[in-house]
């Protein structure tokens, strides 16, 4: 326990600067609007590129791990879409900022967490555990949006599309072919881009920071409620489950369990906004998430730990 906490001290400790930065106005929203896009667009993908171009990839366990990852997102939002099914407790645009507080994943978190506990290792199954969740994870909330709100120009090219295009599976899908080709890194390159690309780590966690927004958040308390439930609890017991049916060796499954019990993705927000969901709520959702999950993860992994050694 108390190297998760060692751990988490620091991801919580950037975050929170990240916040006050933000709210001093020490620096203007042009850059943090530019620091944003600088780590999604090029930042980012080029840690994935590093971390997957040379690394030794058929050896992993590549049709269990991401089975299991797929079985348990599918498992969380199928339990959503059932929940909001009985009980009708939340409006259309509502339900879409329940759904993607649920399925969703901070990025950031979960890498700068893995690779604090479990190094360049965890590094590779995290890199695949991202590629997959942020396939699957958009074509479900994207899907959502369609259904819920009647959006009749969302069409299945557009996702596509949008996943074609998205930085982060364009990063992984590159150092997935350099390596499978053959071809690879030279390894000065690959130290540079891992130079570079490990920038993304305390930006993307102060970029965290700076997205959070206390205003609202006693008026969107079953929102919260019910996405935290799935979040913090749903999907890590679900994810143990099937790592044991999968008998997944010890790091991958908790690579698995991190990515499962993170807070959601600030980038949730966008998307609301963008396709008509309730932002207010996505907002109120996130910040809750990010401030209950340095209490919630700890307890998870030490829990999780018992159970996969």
């Given at each position: 326990m108390i190297i998760i906490a060692s751990a988490l001290i620091p991801i919580l400790v950037t975050i929170l600067l990240g916040y006050a930065i933000k709210r001093s106005n020490m620096l203007s929203q042009d850059f943090w609007s530019s620091t944003e896009s600088l780590t999604y667009y090029i930042l980012t993908p080029s840690l994935l590129i590093s971390i997957l171009a040379n690394r030794p990839l058929?050896?992993?366990?590549?049709?269990?791990?991401?089975?299991?990852?797929?079985?348990?997102?599918?498992?969380?939002?199928?339990?959503?879409?059932?929940?909001?099914?009985l009980f009708k407790t939340f409006s259309s645009s509502t339900f879409t900022s329940v759904f993607q507080g649920g399925v969703?994943?901070?990025?950031?978190?979960?890498?700068?967490?893995?690779?604090?506990?479990?190094?360049?290792?965890?590094?590779?199954?995290?890199?695949?555990?991202?590629?997959?969740?942020?396939?699957?994870?958009?074509?479900?909330?994207?899907?959502?949006?369609?259904i819920s709100m009647g959006n009749e120009g969302i069409k299945i090219l557009s996702v596509l599309k949008q996943i074609a295009k998205n930085p982060l599976i364009l990063g992984a899908g590159s150092g997935i072919l350099l390596n499978l080709s053959g071809?690879?890194?030279?390894?000065?390159?690959?130290?540079?881009?891992?130079?570079?690309?490990r920038a993304a780590f305390p930006l993307g966690l102060m970029l965290v920071g700076?997205?959070?927004?206390?205003?609202?958040?006693?008026?969107h308390y079953k929102p919260i409620l019910i996405s935290s439930i799935?979040?913090?609890?749903?999907?890590?017991?679900?994810?143990?489950?099937?790592?044991?049916?999968?008998?997944?060796?010890?790091?991958?499954?908790?690579?698995?369990?991190?990515?499962?019990?993170?807070?959601?993705?600030?980038?949730?927000?966008?998307?609301?906004?963008?396709?008509?969901?309730?932002?207010?709520?996505?907002?109120?959702?996130?910040?809750?998430?990010t401030?209950?999950?340095?209490?919630?993860?700890?307890?998870?992994?030490?829990w999780a730990s018992e159970f996969i050694g």
């Open positions: 058929s050896q992993l366990p590549w049709v269990s791990f991401i089975s299991a990852v797929v079985i348990t997102v599918l498992v969380s939002a199928i339990i959503i879409i059932v929940y909001q099914s969703r994943f901070n990025t950031f978190v979960a890498l700068v967490l893995v690779s604090s506990l479990y190094g360049d290792e965890g590094l590779s199954y995290a890199a695949l555990a991202a590629t997959a969740m942020i396939i699957l994870i958009n074509i479900l909330c994207v899907s959502v949006f369609s071809v690879g890194l030279h390894p000065i390159l690959v130290d540079s881009l891992d130079l570079f690309g700076a997205a959070l927004s206390f205003k609202g958040i006693s008026l799935v979040q913090f609890i749903i999907k890590p017991v679900c994810a143990v489950g099937v790592v044991l049916v999968f008998k997944i060796d010890p790091v991958p499954a908790m690579v698995l369990i991190i990515f499962m019990c993170v807070p959601t993705a600030p980038s949730a927000y966008i998307l609301a906004r963008k396709l008509g969901g309730d932002a207010a709520a996505m907002a109120s959702i996130i910040t809750s998430q401030l209950i999950g340095f209490v919630s993860i700890p307890l998870i992994i030490f």
